[in-house]
């Protein structure tokens, strides 16, 4: 149980154009999910947290405007990068946390590799 | 401010050998305490948590982790260590009742010699 799955697992795109990141739970419904970026070796820093049905939270130094995040159903959770440029290729992992479970446990999906050419 | 430190950056092991991975937190109060793996190119798997009640936690993949308070530590550890346990290793932590945030730590990449 608690699956998560993101689609695409890896992305190439050029300069100036939009990417969308899909986020979804496969056997639970996630009332909060969670982007984060993750550079080579390094940790993960959270991006933002979206609720199901309203805006999500972006953490200090996330541009809003760039990185859009939907979070339409308790099941999915979407992430564009707006004219993406060479310095946003990343690691994007995103997380949902269990409705209802009142744990906190993150699960997350296997992850997106974007590069921006 | 909330941190999580994990001293050992690299760690290296023999197959068979026993493993610990060391992680101290930095806390008002007690958190909820977490292990993730993540192997290369992946997403990170939950090996266990620690919310409340039994102090030694036993998770997946034979791993258990020990929440000592007095140290604000949550070491991982495992008795005999399996080549697929090559990995990256992170210790997080959430308030509680704080919305889910995760704190992760710089993590630890273990390696195992055959």
């Known amino acids: 149980g608690a699956v998560v799955s993101q689609h695409p697992s890896w992305v190439i795109c050029k300069s100036g154009t939009s990417v969308k990141i899909e986020c979804r739970s496969l056997?639970?419904?996630?009332?909060?999910m969670f982007w984060y970026r993750q550079f080579p070796k390094q940790s993960l820093m959270l991006m933002a947290t979206s609720n199901e049905g309203s805006k999500a939270t972006y953490e200090q130094g996330v541009e809003k405007d760039k990185f859009l995040i939907n979070h339409a159903s308790l099941t999915l959770s979407t992430l564009t990068v707006t004219s993406a440029h060479p310095e946003d290729s990343s690691f994007y992992i995103c997380?949902?946390?269990?409705?209802?479970?009142?744990?906190?446990?993150?699960?997350f999906g296997p992850g997106t590799r974007l590069t921006v050419l | 401010a909330q941190s999580v430190t994990q001293p050992d950056i690299h760690i290296t092991v023999s197959e068979g050998a026993s493993l610990e991975l060391r992680c101290n937190y930095s806390?008002?109060?007690?958190?909820?305490l977490f292990w993730y793996v993540q192997s290369p190119g992946q997403g990170l798997q939950l090996l266990l948590k620690y919310f409340s009640g039994d102090t030694l936690v036993q998770g997946i993949k034979g791993f258990e982790a020990e929440f000592k308070r007095s140290q604000s530590s949550f070491n991982l550890r495992k008795p005999s260590v399996h080549w697929s346990d090559a990995a990256e290793y992170f210790c997080a932590v959430s308030k509680r009742g704080g919305g889910n945030k995760l704190t992760f730590g710089t993590g630890t990449q273990l390696k195992v010699e055959l």
């Open positions: 806390y008002g109060a007690t958190p909820y």
């Open positions: 997380s949902a946390s269990l409705a209802g479970d009142g744990t906190d446990t993150q699960y």
């Open positions: 056997d639970f419904q996630a009332t909060t």
